[in-house]
């Protein structure tokens, strides 16, 4: 039977990519939004787009008001969910293949805004309910295909929908990279502040900071220093470039030397990825020949408490990990400094075994033994699937007999679609080793793992819907 889904799928390949690129021309990032449309009028069209793909290929479908659309196998109850998402995330600037919302396909690649995530993904499953479809393989339950519109600003599509509808015992989300994601670690977020009496001792920190947003390590910062010149930082700048990896640029301004620190950015949840140039900053500006005030005190704290380099948490005293979600990782995506008080944001992604005893409190209680207060603390919740649960059984089978490749789980710092769905996981598209640029310009789905993709879906969903 697998033989000739497999057949069919190959034969409808050429068909896919063009229903992949039909719903890559849809700009659809979140938009302001309308009567109607939650989310404005480009998710809300590729919505329609795969809507109709689906009813035209002889589907039951349904769209819950623009939130999410719902495509049946059959009239059966539901036993499992796949979830995909149709919304992107801006374009961004540096394309260099083609435009954005114009696919193109280049040596067995289709590029384009989306592509991989997450529409690449989602017709591949739709493709793999089409081929039971056509060729008639019996299912005993239903297998429904969610087409969510919000899953990269929040996922408030998915609360809609499960505040309607109920989840079915099984579901994954073709979200991330294969083999399966059962494990996605907590977030713990929080800021810290320290505020302090002006000090008109030269020279002095007027300002300094770096980072825009929580959940991305910071690559750029700059500072600007009174009193002190260029060249009674240059040593400093150069050891320091040496120390950290950032680079660090020194330039003459208002009566003093301005600073600049270029880093490497990259996710929140994969510090060591980065290399946060705010961070090398605080701790350059630290080792200056600056008069003694307060605020430089607490600066040094900082650094004391986040040095750079340290993206376990080592030294806040919150490292920690388990055997199912590996450790805990902390990103400082915000720092400023002026002369009356700092502030930075700190994210974290936690394992299962983390909880306010052992972040908060701790941290709370390290910050406030050097005079930096904490607030607005958040602790999310981590999601965990059991690796034996029938579905990763199945899933991983699927992987196997498919690539040849031995299957295992992964967990991740981020969070997908299932976060907080009970037995869900991750599973697919992307393969591990290559960089799809998600996010990034030139983005790219591999055709052939679209189709691999499928062949795993059909795989699935016969055993579990059979
Ligand atoms: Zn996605």
Not at 171 to 198: I, L, R
Not at 443 to 464: C, L, N, P, Q, S
Request: glycine share 10%; net charge negative; hydrophobic share 40%.
């Amino acid at each position: 039977m697998y033989k000739a889904l497999d057949q069919w799928l190959e034969e409808h390949r050429e068909e896919m990519v063009q229903d992949i690129m039909r719903l890559c021309r849809v700009r659809s990032v979140r938009g302001d939004s309308a009567p109607g449309m939650p989310y404005g009028e480009g998710p809300a069209k590729a919505l329609e787009e795969a809507l109709s793909m689906a009813r035209d290929m002889g589907f039951c479908v349904k769209n819950y008001e623009n939130y999410v659309g719902a495509v049946d196998c059959n009239d059966k109850e539901t036993e499992l969910l796949i979830l995909a998402h149709l919304d992107v995330v801006p374009e961004g600037t540096g394309w260099t293949v083609t435009q954005p919302y114009e696919p193109k396909v280049v040596d067995g690649r289709l590029y384009a805004r989306g592509a991989a995530d997450d529409k690449g993904p989602a017709v591949a499953a739709l493709y793999a309910m089409r081929a039971l479809r056509e060729l008639g393989v019996p299912l005993g339950r239903n297998v429904r295909l969610i087409l969510g519109t919000d899953e990269e600003c929040g996922s408030s599509d998915l609360k809609y929908y499960f505040a309607r509808e109920s989840a079915p015992r099984y579901s994954f989300s073709p979200d991330a990279s294969y083999p399966v994601c059962n494990v996605e670690k907590g977030g713990f977020s929080a800021s810290f502040y320290a505020q302090w009496e002006e000090s008109a001792a030269l020279p002095r920190i007027v300002y300094a900071r770096g980072g825009h947003t929580s959940n991305v390590v910071p690559r750029d910062a700059e500072a600007l220093v009174e009193g002190l010149s260029v060249q009674q930082a240059e040593q400093t700048a150069r050891a320091f470039e040496e120390k950290t990896g950032a680079k660090f640029t020194l330039s003459a301004q208002q009566g003093g030397v301005h600073i600049a620190v270029l880093g490497e950015g990259a996710h929140a949840s994969t510090p060591e990825k980065g290399n946060n140039a705010a961070l090398a900053l605080a701790e350059m500006l630290c080792a200056l020949p600056l008069a003694p005030c307060e605020g430089l005190e607490r600066l040094r704290s900082v650094t004391k408490i986040f040095p750079h380099g340290d993206g376990a948490g080592k030294a806040a005293g919150v490292a920690q990990s388990d055997e199912i979600s590996g450790a805990l990782t902390l990103n400082i995506g915000i720092l400023e400094y002026g002369l009356t008080g700092l502030k930075g944001v700190i994210d974290s992604r936690v394992p299962v075994c983390a909880n306010e005893d052992n972040m908060s409190k701790v941290l709370e209680r390290r910050l406030m033994h050097e005079g930096i207060s904490l607030s607005g603390t958040a602790m999310r919740a981590p999601h965990h699937t059991p690796a034996d649960s029938p579905l990763v059984r199945t899933l991983l089978g699927a992987y196997e007999e498919v690539t040849g490749q031995k299957g295992y789980c992964y967990s991740m710092g981020g969070g997908t679609y299932v976060h907080n769905i009970e037995g869900g996981v991750a599973f697919g598209c992307a393969k591990g080793e290559v960089d799809n640029h998600m996010h990034g310009p030139d983005e790219f789905a591999v055709i052939e793992d679209m189709v691999e993709g499928a062949r795993m879906f059909v795989r699935a969903i016969v055993r579990m819907c059979r």
